[in-house]
């Protein structure tokens, strides 16, 4: 499994979506559950599948699925494989 | 956080209340009026004059229901709270659970805090030993879920690591500390939040008690029943729950023996069809979302094999 379908299948489950709902320019504005405890199931989530700790800033600044890749680019983590 | 003041029953019975009321819990309430020296109220009743200080006693239904009336019909009267059996600490805390369109809603508001929590020992031999055995499973619910929690401090789960081995050492069974330890687990998980025992049993406390009138079923008891098999979930599917445990020096293995020891099977099996028919739900309940483990659709599978094993 590619790390995009990782992070697919993760903010489907975090945020009870359809799969066919989830975009990669998907933003916060768009999805109900993504509130203050969808933020905190959010970065439980990313710390269980991508080994990488989201600091309380960083997962309440995230405002969209882009910005979740460009933290975990940014530690590494690949989504052009 | 601001706590209630603690009090006994000669601290209670000397305390300057003004004009005082009492409501009791239809278990207690003979008890309760033989003991003390207030007038009886039926709950809800309108207000027919002044009145400062209102004492209830009672299991965290009553208090918290209490909370809620006082704060909509009567702001300002004080609310004396003396629990009539441990595991909600409704007492202790700020957060009120209450029925609503047959939902659990959870409220918290600083006003809800009793102004004294009395604690008065002699209850404890009044409780059906079931119900004390279910009331030690909420306390293990609330200080296993709040130790887990993803929004628990480092101090708060010293603090709870602390308190569950104080747990460990008293029996599951009538004994008057649970009373404080109750009240202590609950004050500690106001901080931190639940997780997924408390989106369960919040979930399914009322489609059961409709459709299964008469089995007894209560918040306590869904917390008891399901402790074992969430804390199996928490522990298989993440590293974290034996990180945490090893962390604070806890004996996980000896932990998991007094879960299992409150698992009811049978009790279980009735409770599992709801489970599935209502697992969306739980999986939307704000309990669940500070679970320790992402909690996911698939997860349903773990208590369904857990039945089975």
Redesign the interface.
Known sequence: MTNYEKLKN?LV??F?LEPSEFRPDLTRNEID?WDS??V??M???IE?TFGHHLTPEEATGVKSVQDIMNILRARGVVFDD | MTKPLVWDLADLLNADLGKAALWAAPSVRSFATSRLPYPLLEPFSPLTGEMNSLVVIGGGTLIDAAKVWLHEHAPGVRLIAIPSIWGSGAEASPIAVVNQDDQKIICKDQSYLPHARVVWPELAHSIPLDKARAGCGDCWAHALEAFLS??ATAELQVQLAELMTAMLALPLANDSRWFEISAAACACQAQAGVGLIHGIAHTLEIPLRIAQAGMGWGHARLCAIFLWPVMSLNRIA?GKWDTLVAHHHLPGDAIMTVLQDLFDAESYRHALPHLAAHW?TV??D?CT??????V??RHLAHFETFAAA
């Open positions: 993760l489950d975090v009870l559950s405890l969808g905190v199931s970065a439980v989530g269980e | 993803p929004l993440s969306e999986l939307r704000p979302r500070t679970n320790s483990l992402l996911r659709p």
